[in-house]
């Protein structure tokens, strides 16, 4: 009878989905319970996981292990190099939570432009004269360079252009008439550019070439009062070089819903200013996008263990030849 390991917990529906297939033997293993888990990947068809590590461990006591299916769309708490040595298909939800992930950013601009929560907060406290402040700026007319062009990224730029913004967008990695379609203005190199951006915001994968691309030198180039949003992984920014943009008064404010490490400590600037917008990783966690993301993991992990794959979802669909 396949075997499906279920690391951590999912949605009641996608259980559902699971329980309604015949001949399927469905295992819970305890976000603590590595010993469990190790011992049920000796059989195991397919593995439905969210954010806890899968490493070179984990692989290797794999022995039929058809699919990763991982509950999001990034992988990188999964060990690829063993991964891809061992052939084993890693799939992702693909754009189940694209919608979710872009609403969130856009709160996120909006919250840090207008300082929802200090005002909030001031109103709570009986402090009324901060109005006198002024201390929000309109998005009309503002210059936003949007990092990535992905399924996150398109939907970003499409939502930010509503406020009658100029969208400016670096993605080498697609065509760039692509971006132009959009409305929106092709950047080769983001560097060139970063002297005259009001908002930046990230939507590219975590890699060897993303790690820290937000680090001093990018924030030395920035103009003085931007706002800077992170939806995607904690690594990319250099939270450092970032917290001393803030506290220095050059960021206008940081946005994150993503750290290095999560949760992040106590001393990171970033959650000591009052300036900065935070959320826990709850970029894809509304109640609609917990239900799609799960019912996604839930089927790619049955087309695992029936040997139907969709290309599509895989990160690495190379292994299937193999």
Not at 79 to 97: H, K, L, Q, R, Y
Not at 167 to 182: E, R
Not at 187 to 192: F, G, I, L
């Amino acid at each position: 009878m396949p075997k499906i390991i279920i690391h951590d917990t999912i949605h009641s529906k996608a259980l559902d989905f699971l329980s309604e297939q015949e001949g399927l033997e469905i295992i819970f293993v305890d976000a603590d319970d590595r010993s469990k888990l190790l011992a049920n990947l000796l059989d195991a068809e397919a593995i439905i996981l969210r954010y806890l590590p899968f490493d070179r461990e984990c692989i290797e006591a794999s022995k039929r292990l058809n699919v990763i299916s991982r509950h999001g769309v990034g992988y990188d708490n999964i060990d690829m190099e063993s991964a891809n040595m061992f052939s084993i298909p890693v799939a992702t939800i693909g754009d189940v939570n694209s919608v979710t992930v872009a609403e969130l950013t856009i709160y996120l601009i909006l919250s840090s432009a207008k300082q929802g929560p200090r005002h909030n907060m001031a109103v709570r406290e009986g402090n009324w004269k901060i109005r006198e402040n002024a201390d929000a700026f309109d998005l009309a007319g503002k210059n936003v360079l949007v990092l990535g062009f992905g399924r996150i990224g398109k939907k970003v730029a499409k939502r930010i252009q509503s406020f009658e913004t100029k969208v400016f967008v670096c993605d080498p990695y697609i065509s760039q008439d692509l971006i132009k379609d959009a409305g929106c203005i092709p950047v080769p190199k983001y560097a060139d550019i970063l002297h005259n951006m009001d908002i930046v915001t990230i939507h590219v994968p975590l890699n060897t070439e993303t790690e820290l691309m937000i680090n001093k030198n990018f924030v030395d180039k920035m103009k003085n009062g931007y706002v800077l949003v992170n939806t995607a992984r904690g690594p990319i920014v250099d939270t450092s070089s970032v917290g001393e943009a803030l506290v220095s008064g050059k960021l206008f404010s940081v946005a994150c819903d993503v750290f290095d490490p999560e949760p992040p400590y106590n001393n990171n600037p970033i959650l000591n200013s009052p300036r900065s917008i935070l959320t826990p990783h709850v970029g894809g966690l509304t109640q609609e996008c917990s239900i799609r993301s799960a019912l996604r993991a839930a089927e790619n992990a049955l087309a695992g263990v029936k040997g139907v794959l969709d290309k599509k979802f895989l990160v690495n669909p190379q292994v299937l030849n193999k």
